[in-house]
């Protein structure tokens, strides 16, 4: 198992307004082709950042995944949606520990 964590700061004050749309419109797409482990909004270092951790079976998997989501109509059209709300944005792949409860 892999986990991908993927940070996006948004325009400052418009986090609660990138949530909403991201659930509303983005959340039943992507998760068509991964597993939201969580989301959490930023209280220290960069501010107005939100952080979703996606799990994934392995490497092969979260590409396969992500060459399915970048074929889906649906999340090309939400994309233009979410980019006016996008100062930056990050990716991390994390293993698990042995001893994780997520191993």
Same mark, same amino acid.
């Given at each position: 198992?892999? *986990?991908?964590?993927?940070? *996006? $700061? &948004? $325009?400052?004050? /418009?986090?609660?307004? #990138?949530? /909403?749309?991201y659930q509303s419109n983005g959340l039943p797409i992507i998760s068509k082709y991964a597993r939201l482990v969580g989301c959490w909004i930023k209280e220290s270092g960069v501010l107005n950042s939100t952080v979703f951790i996606w799990a994934y079976d392995d490497f092969g998997h979260r590409t396969s995944q992500r060459v399915k989501l970048m $074929?889906? &109509?649906?999340?090309?059209? #939400?994309v233009p949606q979410m980019l006016p709300y996008l100062v930056h944005q990050e990716s991390v792949f994390m293993s698990p520990a042995v001893f994780s409860p997520l191993n």
């Open positions: 198992m892999i *986990y991908e964590m993927r940070t *996006y $700061q &948004v $325009q400052p004050g /418009k986090a609660g307004e #990138f949530l /909403k749309m $074929q889906d &109509v649906e999340w090309t059209a #939400f």
